[in-house]
């Protein structure tokens, strides 16, 4: 695989989302720019806050989560890179708070910010890092993930946005595969259970038909 080049974090712009669990991108994009010791710089012509750190341009699209891709495409093709070389950071409701799994690819899983990047890098073969954020036992999956965490659930969370900074350093040095070789998950394996009624929860990488044409989210 291609060296990385850019990491994306997603999330939206403003202090009303500031610590929210739709953010988690720009929070393991913060604690990159601490430990390189660089500084955001707002570029408004590219949609994006920018940070050079040490062989890698950190991005944190201005967009709106929901037109992610238009800071990212121009990015990439600007400095002519292939999307093998842009790793993307971002929250996924199918896992629980406190952890993180690296993909080499694949598509959007209902995640707006990714329908946005695939559709403007052109392909779905580019690296990601999801961080759980968990799934809500209501059926409001807007509030949830525009909602902040809860104070127990901040432990677990500093915990996975410390190892998700430290897997993006180890995907730099070492390469994307023996990042994710040494910071996915593994899974015991046992005999699958049948949920009780009403406790079906969303598929791996799937987010709810409410949130994905949710207005709150865009622009």
Not at 55 to 71: D, I, Y
């Amino acid at each position: 695989m291609e060296p990385i080049r850019i990491i994306v974090g997603l999330g939206n712009p403003g202090r009303d989302y500031a610590e929210t669990r739709h953010n988690v991108g720009f929070m393991v994009l913060d604690r990159l720019a601490r430990r390189f010791n660089v500084d955001w710089k707002t570029d408004r012509a590219r949609k994006g806050e920018l940070a050079a750190g040490p062989g890698v341009l950190l991005v944190k699209p201005q967009t709106f989560m929901n037109s992610s891709g238009e800071c990212v495409g121009p990015l990439m093709r600007y400095f002519k890179f292939q999307p093998e070389q842009v790793l993307v950071i971002y929250d996924d409701i199918s896992f629980p708070v406190g952890t993180m799994r690296l993909r080499a690819g694949g598509s959007a899983g209902g995640h707006n910010g990714m329908k946005s990047l695939i559709a403007h890098l052109g392909t779905e073969k580019f690296p990601r890092l999801r961080v759980g954020i968990s799934a809500p036992g209501q059926k409001n999956m807007v509030g949830h993930v525009l909602g902040k965490f809860a104070p127990d659930e901040r432990p677990l969370l500093e915990e996975a946005l410390d190892k998700s900074a430290e897997a993006a350093c180890v995907a730099l040095k070492e390469g994307f595969d023996m990042a994710a070789n040494r910071f996915n998950i593994r899974k015991e394996k046992k005999k699958k259970e049948k949920p009780a009624a009403g406790e079906l929860g969303p598929a791996e990488g799937t987010i709810p038909e409410e949130l994905v044409k949710s207005d709150v989210v865009r622009e």
